[in-house]
């Protein structure tokens, strides 16, 4: 039986969401990978007890994760009612509808038909009445943007989910689809985007977009999968997600470009004390208006180092140049 611990808010730091009343964690943890039905049960199981007792209270999803589709929300679903139940109202859990999902025409995209019936699926996966978080996975060209921002007004006003977020939006279409939400009554409480060191381009105009409208900003991949750690630093590790034939990083992404800049970063974050994933965190995290830097996790080693990153955060001017030199 799980006992979470009885220090798990002393020394986690929480971050407020935008304008509203939500503080997330500084560090979040996501279930793309490493909670499918392809991975060890008890290893996420593990990663989610040591998670909650460091203060982590954000566990992200989307309908999708696995693989195969759906096994994340349905194993968190199981080690939630194991473990965490008891919890429920000290959680943020998010889930997420935009991607392939189910053939044929309901099942991909931004329309009312597919993030309704999406969320109604996630719920029943994960055994939960409603989810903190829902959020429209990516933009979709082809359906009003209206609809899709109506479809999560809708989940709000009918109970499936407190908050509703958006994913993947470029600034402008983030401006649109908040102003839609403002008149809906159901504000934008949050945006998730690719951001770290290797994937800066919500600094341009996007992060300042977020400021301007009051929406707090989620992180995902801040160590760009695994390439701003050790983890590739001597080429490609058995067990690694590059390793993997169903994970998203393939061996061809990790070119000698990019492990030489992390090299170079290695060197710096050893200075400052860090290893060089908890300097890529802290990085991120420079800038208030990242609420949370959501990562990922294979073993609880590296959940414990990633949250251990809050130890140091701040940079000097000049070791902020020094990084915008090495990524040049
Ligand atoms: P990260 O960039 O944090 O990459 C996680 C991977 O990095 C781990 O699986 C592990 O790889 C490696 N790693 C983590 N910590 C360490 C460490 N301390 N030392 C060495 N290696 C480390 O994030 P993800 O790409 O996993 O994304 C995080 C979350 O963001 C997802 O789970 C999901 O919730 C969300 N997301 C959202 C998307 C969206 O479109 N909205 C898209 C993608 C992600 P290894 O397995 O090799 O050990």
Same mark, same amino acid.
């Given at each position: 039986?799980?006992?979470?611990?009885?220090?798990?808010?002393?020394?986690?730091?929480?971050?407020?969401?935008?304008?509203?009343?939500?503080?997330?964690?500084?560090?979040?943890?996501?279930?793309?990978?490493?909670?499918?039905?392809?991975?060890?049960?008890?290893?996420?199981?593990?990663?989610?007890?040591?998670?909650?007792?460091?203060?982590?209270?954000?566990?992200?999803?989307?309908?999708?994760?696995?693989? +195969? &589709? !759906?096994?994340?929300?349905?194993?968190?679903? =199981?080690?939630?009612?194991? @473990?965490?139940?008891?919890? %429920?109202?000290? /959680?943020?859990?998010?889930?997420?509808?935009?991607?392939?999902?189910?053939?044929? +025409? &309901? !099942?991909?995209?931004?329309?009312?038909?597919? =993030?309704?019936?999406?969320? @109604?699926?996630?719920?029943? %996966?994960?055994? /939960?009445?409603?989810?903190?978080?829902?959020?429209?996975?990516?933009?979709?060209?082809e359906t009003p943007l209206e609809e899709t921002m109506g479809a999560l007004d809708q989940a709000?006003?009918?109970?499936?989910?407190?908050?509703?977020?958006?994913?993947?939006?470029?600034?402008?279409?983030?401006?649109?689809?908040?102003?839609?939400?403002?008149?809906?009554?159901?504000?934008?409480?949050?945006?998730?985007?690719?951001?770290?060191?290797?994937?800066?381009?919500?600094?341009?105009?996007?992060?300042?977009?977020?400021?301007?409208?009051?929406?707090?900003?989620?992180?995902?991949?801040?160590?760009?999968?695994?390439?701003?750690?050790?983890?590739?630093?001597?080429?490609?590790?058995?067990?690694?997600?590059?390793?993997?034939?169903?994970?998203?990083?393939?061996?061809?992404?990790?070119?000698?470009?990019?492990?030489?800049?992390?090299?170079?970063?290695q060197e710096l974050a050893r200075e400052r004390g860090q290893t060089l994933a908890q300097m890529?965190?802290?990085?991120?995290?420079?800038?208030?208006?990242?609420?949370?830097?959501?990562?990922?996790?294979?073993?609880?080693?590296?959940?414990?180092?990633?949250?251990?990153?809050?130890?140091?955060?701040?940079?000097?001017?000049?070791?902020?140049?020094?990084?915008?030199?090495?990524?040049?």
């Amino acid at each position: 039986m799980y006992l979470a611990s009885a220090t798990r808010y002393r020394d986690m730091r929480y971050r407020r969401c935008g304008k509203s009343g939500i503080l997330l964690p500084a560090v979040s943890l996501g279930l793309w990978h490493n909670f499918g039905g392809v991975d060890t049960l008890e290893n996420g199981r593990a990663m989610l007890r040591r998670a909650f007792d460091l203060g982590i209270t954000h566990f992200d999803l989307a309908n999708n994760y696995g693989p +195969p &589709y !759906g096994s994340a929300e349905q194993n968190f679903g =199981l080690l939630f009612r194991q @473990d965490l139940a008891p919890h %429920r109202d000290e /959680l943020i859990v998010s889930t997420k509808a935009g991607y392939d999902m189910w053939p044929g +025409p &309901y !099942g991909n995209w931004g329309s009312r038909k597919y =993030l309704m019936a999406s969320l @109604d699926q996630s719920l029943r %996966r994960m055994g /939960l009445e409603y989810v903190d978080i829902f959020y429209s996975h990516r933009p979709d060209p082809e359906t009003p943007l209206e609809e899709t921002m109506g479809a999560l007004d809708q989940a709000v006003r009918s109970g499936k989910a407190l908050y509703a977020g958006i994913s993947n939006y470029g600034a402008e279409a983030t401006a649109k689809a908040a102003a839609i939400l403002r008149r809906l009554g159901t504000p934008c409480l949050i945006h998730q985007m690719k951001y770290s060191m290797f994937v800066r381009w919500s600094e341009d105009g996007l992060l300042d977009c977020l400021k301007s409208e009051g929406i707090g900003g989620i992180a995902f991949s801040p160590l760009a999968q695994g390439m701003l750690s050790d983890r590739y630093l001597n080429g490609i590790q058995a067990g690694s997600r590059a390793a993997k034939p169903w994970g998203f990083l393939k061996a061809a992404d990790v070119d000698e470009g990019r492990v030489a800049k992390a090299r170079a970063l290695q060197e710096l974050a050893r200075e400052r004390g860090q290893t060089l994933a908890q300097m890529a965190l802290a990085w991120v995290l420079r800038d208030g208006v990242i609420a949370s830097v959501l990562i990922g996790a294979s073993s609880v080693e590296q959940v414990e180092q990633n949250v251990a990153s809050l130890a140091k955060l701040g940079f000097s001017a000049d070791e902020l140049a020094r990084i915008d030199t090495i990524l040049a």
